[in-house]
């Protein structure tokens, strides 16, 4: 009885995004504090739009991690597998608001304290998505813990998923990267990929259609390109290109989030058994929603739930 519907591991951070619209770190002056990080904003948002959503992160014993777990049950996302550690911080994170991504500056500390123990084989067996990301798999010993258990899940017959939001801030190498992410790619998640996530992570000059080749290459069947203004395109091994345009938005407010907020909608959408295209609708609605406000999605998300 899988009654899990995604199951998030990964970093949650504080972010404190800033004041100033359109400029970079150097010139922001104010800041606001807000729920970050990239599995658990989808955790947050999935469970907003009504599905059982639990997190597996660790915080540190303070008052940002007080926080956290408030703002967590405020929506109802199990955090039975979050830790509190006594020997180092919550983690904080800088950002600029941009219409674009963001710049940033991490200040990485407990996020990245994930063990075995938080993620036993009952919980498992008991999801439908077990979901991470790229920043979740840059450190130790988070990256070993994920591995581990995502090889675990997908013999337990659970659906992998990931966003490969890749920073050179983060990792020591390109190459360390690429290695990490190949072994993910051996259990046929599926992945998130935004344009600027692939000139980073291979480089400028390789093409759609070649980074398409890569990951299917490496045994994955689906692969979601996000192109921000540009739209979207899903790549299914032997199958036919699905592309679609972006919603136009007139006013920008905030970029931050918005690829989680994308593929939060997407998740919600495949875990309800939509077909692909159908699932990209609701991302890109989900997406240009969270355009338009700064920090979290508005509280009328649940509107989304009721058009599947």
């Not at 130790?140 to 090889?151: G, R, V």
């Amino acid at each position: 009885m899988k009654n899990i519907d995604i199951l998030c591991v990964g970093e949650v951070l504080i972010d404190f995004i800033g004041h100033q619209s359109g400029v970079l770190i150097d010139d922001t002056r104010d800041y606001h504090r807000y729920l970050g990080g990239s599995p658990t904003n989808v955790a947050m948002n999935s469970s907003r739009l009504g599905l059982h959503a639990a997190m597996v992160a660790t915080v540190g014993d303070d008052g940002f991690g007080d926080y956290i777990f408030k703002r967590f049950h405020e929506v109802g996302v199990h955090t039975d597998s979050v830790k509190i550690i006594k020997n180092k911080p919550t983690s904080v994170i800088f950002v600029s608001r941009s219409e674009t991504t963001p710049d940033f500056i991490p200040f990485r500390e407990a996020d990245a304290e994930i063990t075995e123990d938080q993620i036993s084989k009952d919980i498992l067996s008991k999801t439908t998505i077990f979901h991470t990301t790229c920043f979740a798999l840059s450190k130790k010993p988070a990256q070993t813990t994920i591995i581990k258990k995502a090889e675990e899940a997908f013999h337990l017959g659970t659906q992998l998923s990931i966003d490969l939001n890749y920073s050179n801030k983060l990792w020591h190498s390109r190459e360390e990267a690429l290695h990490v992410i190949k072994a993910y790619c051996k259990f046929n998640p599926l992945i998130k990929i935004s344009e600027d996530d692939l000139i980073r992570l291979f480089d400028k000059n390789m093409s759609h259609k070649q980074m398409f080749e890569f990951f299917h290459n490496e045994g994955v069947d689906m692969v979601c390109l996000t192109l921000g203004s540009k739209g979207v395109k899903l790549s299914q091994k032997n199958e036919k290109l699905i592309e679609m345009p972006a919603i136009k938005i007139e006013k920008v407010m905030d970029a931050t989030g918005a690829g989680d907020a994308f593929w939060s909608g997407f998740l919600f959408a495949y875990i309800k058994k939509n077909p692909l295209e159908k699932c990209l609708e609701v991302a890109l609605k989900l997406a240009a929603l969270k355009l338009q406000n700064v920090g979290r999605l508005p509280d009328n998300i649940n509107i989304l739930s009721k058009l599947l």
